[in-house]
């Protein structure tokens, strides 16, 4: 993970059709010319800036970065301030040339585009953080474990420790699973998962049923699940079959984690 300042400034270059400039610290630096100052509504047209940063161009922000890392074709840029703060740079290819769009995660569904295992003798009572907005919250039923509610950054269920959030599982019925790839939001969750220690997704379904959509290109939506994976391999997907199942995942995996960072 890279970090760093994030510097917008105006084009001096008054035949340009792009009049910003971005200066992006991701790798040794990247600098682009931008159409937009940010990606509030639309994807923001970007273009390497290959002539250099020019002496003098007037700096209309320059905001520290919490997050600025490359993930395959993209780079993930969170900027260290409450809002217009998550954003991606995704490199791409428009009529077999190549492309820079800058975009949020409104913006893109507008687009449309081994550690020890614990045994379980050893899981200690934990307390899982429920995010508020979980309308039918998992109840852990016969299990060592006390729910609380909590506005999480990230996932539906969580364990902290010190008060530092170390794990955290998104849970998915199939069928939202398959809409948020099929409009892109799921890339940005997994973004904001990223940004925890441990992260996974859990899917109350089976991974055969992704090839039995009816309304939807099965291979495509597969296909849109294996790139997620390779960009983001530290984010484990599992599908448990139903929601019973997907309980029983979260717990272990949670109580796996809490009881690891305790050891």
Known sequence: MERGTFVVARNPDPESKLPFLLSV?????????ARDTWPRSARVYCHPLESGWPEGAEVLERVTTSVCRRRGPAVDLVLDRPRLARSQFVFTEVRGRPAIFWQTQKAARAANPGARV???????????????????????????????????????????SGGTIIATVERKTLEDFVTCLSDGTLAFQMQRLAEVPLAAIVVEGRYSELFRLQHV???????????????????????????????????????????????
């Open 25 to 33: 610290p991701v790798g040794g630096g990247m600098l682009l010319k």
């Open 118 to 160: 614990p045994r379980k003798r050893a899981v200690a009572d934990i307390t899982v953080l429920v995010d508020t907005r979980e309308r039918y919250p998992f109840r852990f039923a016969q299990r060592r474990v006390e729910a609380e509610r909590a506005a999480l950054p990230a996932g539906d269920y969580a364990v902290a």
């Open 217 to 263: 290109d099965s291979g495509w939506i597969a296909d849109v699940l294996s790139r997620l994976h390779a960009r983001y391999p530290e984010i484990q997907v599992t599908f448990a079959d139903s929601r019973k199942f997907a309980e029983e995942w979260t717990y272990r995996f949670l109580a796996s984690a809490f009881t690891d960072d305790q050891d």
